[in-house]
């Protein structure tokens, strides 16, 4: 066992110390096993000499039982090997296997000693030969345990070379000298071997030590983006919470405010949450596309109506800061093929990175028809790109150094947004940058094969977006939602407008509210409550007991099986933060209806 201690402080493990073992002991069976085959030519030739064949056919014959012996004691190792562990294997079997060979060594040079008394050099003379080249192939295959073959050589040319001081005379020294040179020449071949699959098996021990490093930083990483990803899951709905309710708050302020010094520090307040908003929503969009929750379907998509609504979102700011934003695009519409909310997603990022990092100059969004393709481009003046740093600038969670000393509240998320919907979309896309002179991001997208030419019914150029001026509402508007800083919000917003609106909730709270005699034109659903309800429920009974009523779904949540199982029966869904131009609209929309219902002669059926 002083052998695999040595191996063991070299630093070979067990199971590699078994693995040497088990090509020992293979080459050892397929030795015993080919032995026999080697002496029956030399039987054939006694035969022909007319001596005695018996002592020869004795030997082949044993040889062929102890291959079978060893077969069946090979098995049996086998078993031991998936039944104990390695140091138990080793410190039984290492000790047997070591006999075995000495005793196969043994075996193999009697056959100089038994066969007949004769003085035919020649038949010698091969004999001789024969069993060197077993002892030599045997150095190269038994040397992964370099015990194991000096038992067998010492055995096998010990006595090789005592029957050939017995058996020869006249060129006995001759043969003796030739056979010491060649014994010395095969053992350090043999030494050379065993070095060899030493450094292999230390190899193949650190290759195994870095892959399963790899595998478990890679599990570790895994189980990191799923606890991440469950972890946005779950919270979403509690995240979003905030940001909602803010939104709502700050644009009744606006509406309310009729100071003039303090509008410039609304509309930062503003624009500061909207920008929270994009960035929640970056983080979000990230983990949907990591976790594999965003389908994507090639459809024709009108790039120059996504430009402008992307570039609509922080026209204000530019402006504020100073920046100019400009865009360029043809007088006629441009169509690609991709998915629309990916490719808003990536306009939205990409727009947000370049002001970010702007502190001068301006930005430029373009789109330029190139044949069959249509480029995507965001110019900006900003601080640029180091040449070390352009390698990893789409990677998550990375910001170039230069981006830290202007801004540090980002994550580094937007630009690793935009990569994965690249490639969700099979789209090109990269940048060039030069550090302190500003950078270029781009996007090439397959141009839509039925583009039809028209003119472009939304005006080209860099004209400011006007105030958005909101028309006063009729009627009454039930909102289910348990947290008082949203209902507080939603009550502030809507009645600004000229809604009166009841909160509740749980379904007991709403129905109490619908006994008073309250009757809503709409209703909008939370999905999450603390009561334990499901808001999806309680929107469907209210829908029973009010047919004519009008209803959405407003939760924070992405991935809920609830809310997609709405979406699929038709009804409608919204995601907090919910933007108020769109719930303006939503229910001027919702109030016309009620309107015509009211004035209907027969009933309509219920719009959800």
């Known amino acids: 066992m002083r052998f695999f201690q040595s191996l063991q402080n070299e630093g070979i493990s067990p199971p590699a110390q078994i693995r040497l073992l088990n090509n020992t002991f293979l080459r050892?069976?397929?030795?015993?096993?080919?032995?026999?085959?080697?002496?029956?030519?030399?039987?054939?030739?006694?035969?022909?000499?007319?001596?005695?064949?018996?002592?020869?056919?004795?030997?082949?014959?044993?040889?062929?039982?102890?291959?079978?012996?060893?077969?069946?004691?090979?098995?049996?190792?086998?078993?031991?090997?998936?039944?104990?562990?390695?140091?138990?294997?080793?410190?039984?079997?290492?000790?047997?296997?070591?006999?075995i060979a000495f005793i196969h060594g043994l075996g193999i040079s009697s056959l100089y000693l038994i066969t007949p008394q004769t003085q035919n050099f020649d038949f010698f003379l091969l004999l001789n030969i024969s069993i060197a080249a077993i002892v030599a192939a045997n150095a190269t295959h038994l040397t992964p345990i370099i015990s194991t073959f000096t038992r067998f050589f010492f055995a096998s040319w010990g006595v090789l070379n005592l029957g050939i001081i017995w058996r020869l005379e006249e060129l006995m020294f001759i043969v003796l000298m030739l056979n010491l040179l060649y014994g010395f020449a095969i053992y350090r071949h043999a030494l050379t071997s065993h070095a060899f699959f030493i450094q292999q098996a230390l190899l193949e021990e650190q290759s195994s030590r870095l892959a399963e490093q790899f595998r478990q930083a890679k599990e570790e990483a895994e189980q990191a983006l799923l606890d991440k990803n469950q972890f946005l899951t779950t919270a979403s709905h509690d995240l979003r919470q905030p940001v909602h309710a803010m939104g709502f708050l700050i644009e009744a302020i606006i509406h309310r405010n009729r100071d003039d010094s303090l509008t410039p520090q609304l509309l930062d307040l503003q624009q500061s949450v909207r920008s929270v908003h994009l960035m929640f929503n970056s983080l979000l969009d990230l983990s949907k596309i990591e976790s594999g929750n965003v389908l994507t379907a090639a459809a024709k998509v009108d790039i120059g109506a996504l430009l402008d609504s992307a570039v609509t979102l922080f026209r204000e700011e530019a402006n504020r800061r100073a920046l100019r934003l400009r865009t360029w695009r043809p007088k006629r519409r441009v169509y690609v093929m991709g998915d629309a909310v990916l490719v808003r997603q990536s306009l939205i990022n990409l727009i947000q990175n370049a002001l970010r990092y702007t502190q001068r100059g301006g930005v430029l969004v373009a789109i330029r028809p190139r044949g069959a393709e249509c480029l995507v481009e965001v110019?900006?003046?900003?601080?640029?790109?180091?040449?070390?740093?352009?390698?990893?600038?789409?990677?998550?969670?990375?910001?170039?150094?230069?981006?830290?000393?202007?801004?540090?509240?980002?994550?580094?998320?937007?630009?690793?947004?935009?990569?994965?919907?690249?490639?969700?979309?099979?789209?090109?896309?990269?940048?060039?940058?030069?550090?302190g002179k500003g950078s270029r991001f781009w996007m090439r997208f397959i141009r839509y094969a039925g583009e039809d030419g028209a003119p472009d019914a939304l005006p080209a150029g860099d004209s400011a977006a006007a105030p958005v001026r909101y028309a006063p509402l009729r009627g009454s508007c039930l909102v289910v939602d348990d947290d008082p800083l949203v209902t507080s919000a939603w009550e502030s917003l809507m009645s600004i407008w000229g809604i009166n609106v009841r909160c509740a909730a749980s379904a007991d709270e709403a129905f109490a509210i619908i006994d008073d005699g309250f009757t809503p034109f709409a209703v909008l659903c939370d999905q999450r409550l603390r009561s334990g309800e499901s808001g999806f429920e309680i929107l469907k009974a209210l829908f029973e007991r009010l047919p004519d009523m009008s209803g959405a779904m407003v939760s924070g949540e992405f991935n809920s099986p609830v809310l997609l199982e709405a979406e699929q029966e038709g009804y409608l869904v919204l995601r907090k933060p919910l933007e108020p131009a769109r719930l303006h609209a939503l229910l001027t929309q919702w109030s016309v209806y009620a309107q015509r219902q009211a004035g209907a002669a027969a009933p309509v059926s219920v719009q959800k």
């Open 379 to 435: 110019w900006d003046t900003g601080v640029g790109i180091a040449d070390d740093e352009k390698g990893k600038i789409f990677s998550p969670y990375y910001r170039p150094e230069l981006a830290w000393k202007i801004d540090s509240a980002g994550h580094g998320l937007g630009l690793a947004v935009v990569a994965r919907c690249a490639r969700l979309m099979k789209v090109q896309y990269g940048m060039q940058s030069v550090e």
């Open 28 to 99: 050892l069976v397929f030795s015993f096993s080919a032995v026999p085959f080697v002496g029956i030519p030399f039987a054939i030739w006694i035969h022909l000499l007319g001596d005695d064949l018996g002592p020869t056919l004795t030997w082949i014959i044993i040889y062929l039982l102890c291959a079978v012996a060893i077969r069946l004691l090979y098995r049996r190792y086998q078993r031991d090997v998936k039944e104990h562990n390695a140091e138990d294997v080793l410190r039984r079997w290492l000790p047997r296997i070591n006999k």
